[in-house]
C-alpha cells in the first residue's frame, strides 16, 4: 500500500479517485463511468500492479486507455485532494457518484457525471422530485407568465423546480419558484464561482437563499467550453421526474434537453400554445413536439391531472426501475382530454401539408420507443413510407451514439471539436480503431 492510503483518509481518497477520473483524464464522462465500474475504488486501481495497469486500462478503454497514464497516480491524486480543499474554501460540496448524497435519478442516466458540484443545500437533490421548466431566451412576456405560474403550481405542490438559469423562460420558472417559497436548482456549466449571465446573480443568491442550490460538473478554475452547455442540458432532465418545455423553436438548446429527456425516458410535457402566439416561432418547437406524439400536451384544466401522472411515474422511477436489472419504469395511464385546443392550427397561413392524423396514444405510449431523431422536413410535409420500427430503432441508436460520442470527443489539450474538419479527422481515427480491432478479433 502507497504512503498516500496510508496517510489520507479513506473516504477522502474515494472522492480524489473520481475527482480524477473526471477532471484530471482527458475521458468522456461514459468512458470515466466504464473505468470506474471495473475499478470502482481508489483501492481497487492502486492494487493494480504498475506493470500491469497498461493492459488493464486497454482492457476497459480500448484507445482510449492512454488518456489514463498522463502523469504518476499518487501525483494525480494528491492534485485532487488540493482542489477539492480549494472547493470546499469556497463553500462548495463536492459529491461522487458513489456519495448517498448524489440524486438517485441522476445516476440512472446513460453518462452521469462522476462528480456533481453543489453549492447551497443538497437536500433538495435528494429528494428525487424535480421538474425542469425550460425554454427560450427569446421568451415572450406572455410565455414567462405561463412558465412562472407552472413552477409556482408545481413548487406550491412541493415540487423542486430545474432550470437552466438563462435569461427568458430559465428565469421566469426560478422566479415562480421563489414565489411559492420552493426550492429550485440552477444547473449551471460554469464553475460555482461564475455566474452566467451576470444580470442573473441576484436571482442566483436568491436561490441560495430560499434553501435552493447551484449544480455543475465543471470544478473551479476550469473554463467552460463549446459543449459545457450541452453537456449541462442532460443534467437538467437527468435530476428530473419530468421536463417541461415552455417555448421553443425547432431548434436550439432546448432540444438538446428534450433529446436527452427521450433518452433517459422522462415524461415530456408541454402546455398547449396561446391561441394569440401560436404562429410565432417561439412556439414553433413546442407545436413540433405536440404533432409529432414526441410530448404530452396539457392545458389549465388538466393540471391536476398532470400532477398525478408526474406523482405516479416518480413512484415508477424510484420503486418499480431495478437499474440491475435494466428494467425500464412501468407504464403510467392518465387520461388525456381531447378538445379543440389539442389542435394547434396556425391561424396566420393555411397550413396546406398537415400531418397525417395518427390514433392518439396514451401519456405513457408517448414516452416509450421514441425516434427522436427525426427530419423536420419530413413531419411538416407528412410521411408517406416508413421503414419497419425495428430497423428505425436500431438506425435512431447507432445515429445517437455516434451524436453523443462527437459531442464529448476532445483533443488532448481537452478541448471539443470545433470544425467539420475536426469532425471529419475524429470519425476517421474511430474508422481506423475499430477496423484494426476487428482484424485483431
Known amino acids: 500500500m502507497s504512503e498516500l492510503a496510508t496517510s489520507r483518509n479513506i473516504s477522502e481518497l474515494q472522492t480524489a479517485y473520481s475527482y480524477w477520473l473526471s477532471q484530471l483524464t482527458y475521458l468522456s464522462p461514459r468512458s470515466a463511468l466504464k473505468f470506474k465500474i471495473d475499478f470502482p475504488t481508489f483501492e481497487s486501481w492502486e492494487h ?3 506493470t500491469e495497469r497498461h493492459d488493464a486500462a486497454k482492457k476497459t478503454l480500448g484507445v482510449d486507455s492512454s488518456k489514463i497514464f498522463t502523469s504518476n497516480f499518487d501525483a494525480m491524486i494528491e492534485r485532487a485532494l488540493n482542489e477539492l480543499q480549494t472547493h470546499r474554501n469556497y463553500e462548495i460540496q463536492v459529491v461522487p457518484i458513489d456519495s448517498d448524497d448524489y440524486p438517485y435519478l441522476l445516476k440512472q442516466i446513460p453518462d452521469p457525471p462522476l462528480v456533481l458540484f453543489v453549492r447551497g443545500s443538497i437536500d433538495v437533490l435528494t429528494a428525487n422530485k424535480n421538474a425542469a421548466v425550460i425554454g427560450t431566451r427569446d421568451a415572450t412576456p406572455k410565455g414567462k407568465t405561463v412558465a412562472t405560474r407552472i413552477a409556482k ?5 412541493d415540487w423542486c423546480i430545474v432550470s437552466g438559469l438563462a435569461t427568458g423562460i430559465d428565469t421566469a420558472a426560478h422566479l415562480g419558484a421563489l414565489e411559492a417559497k420552493a426550492p429550485t436548482v440552477a444547473v449551471m456549466a460554469t464553475a460555482l464561482d461564475t455566474v452566467y449571465p451576470a444580470e442573473n446573480r441576484p436571482l442566483a443568491k436568491d436561490i441560495l437563499n430560499a434553501g435552493g442550490c447551484w449544480i455543475s460538473e465543471t470544478p473551479l478554475k476550469r473554463k467552460p467550453h463549446r459543449g459545457s452547455f450541452v453537456q449541462r442540458d442532460r443534467i437538467q432532465s437527468g435530476l428530473s421526474v419530468a421536463v417541461i418545455p415552455v417555448q421553443t423553436d425547432v431548434e436550439g438548446g432546448t432540444m438538446h434537453t428534450v433529446r436527452f429527456t427521450q433518452q433517459q425516458k422522462r415524461l415530456l410535457l408541454c402546455p398547449r400554445p396561446i391561441e394569440t402566439e401560436q ?22 384544466e388538466q393540471y391536476d391531472q398532470t400532477l398525478e401522472c408526474m406523482l405516479s411515474y416518480r413512484n415508477s422511477l424510484l420503486h418499480d426501475w431495478i437499474p440491475e436489472q435494466g428494467n425500464r419504469p412501468k407504464p403510467v395511464h392518465f387520461r388525456v382530454i381531447v378538445d379543440d385546443t389539442d389542435k394547434v392550427p396556425d391561424k396566420s397561413e393555411p397550413d396546406k401539408t398537415k400531418p397525417r392524423k395518427t390514433k ?37 441508436e447507432i445515429i445517437e451514439q455516434l451524436i453523443f460520442e462527437v459531442e464529448q470527443a476532445r ?20 474508422i481506423k480503431a475499430l477496423k484494426q480491432t476487428a482484424l485483431a478479433k
Not at 403550481?153 to 405542490?157: A, D, F, M, P
Not at 411538416?380 to 420500427?389: A, H, I, L, N, V
Not at 478541448?415 to 474511430?430: F, H, I, P, T
Request: avoid cysteine.
Open 48 to 50: 493494480v500492479p504498475k
Open 153 to 157: 403550481w408545481l413548487g406550491q405542490n
Open 279 to 300: 404562429s410565432l416561432k417561439q412556439y414553433a418547437g413546442i407545436k413540433y413536439l405536440i404533432e409529432s406524439k414526441r410530448a404530452t400536451p396539457f392545458s389549465l
Open 360 to 396: 392518439r396514444k396514451s401519456a405513457a405510449g408517448l414516452q416509450e420507443g421514441f425516434d427522436f431523431i427525426s427530419d423536420f422536413d419530413l413531419w411538416k410535409k407528412g410521411k408517406t413510407k416508413q421503414k419497419p420500427k425495428k430497423q428505425l430503432d436500431k438506425e435512431i
Open 411 to 430: 483533443h488532448p489539450d481537452g478541448r471539443s471539436l470545433s470544425s467539420a474538419d475536426e469532425v471529419k479527422e475524429w470519425l476517421e481515427s474511430r
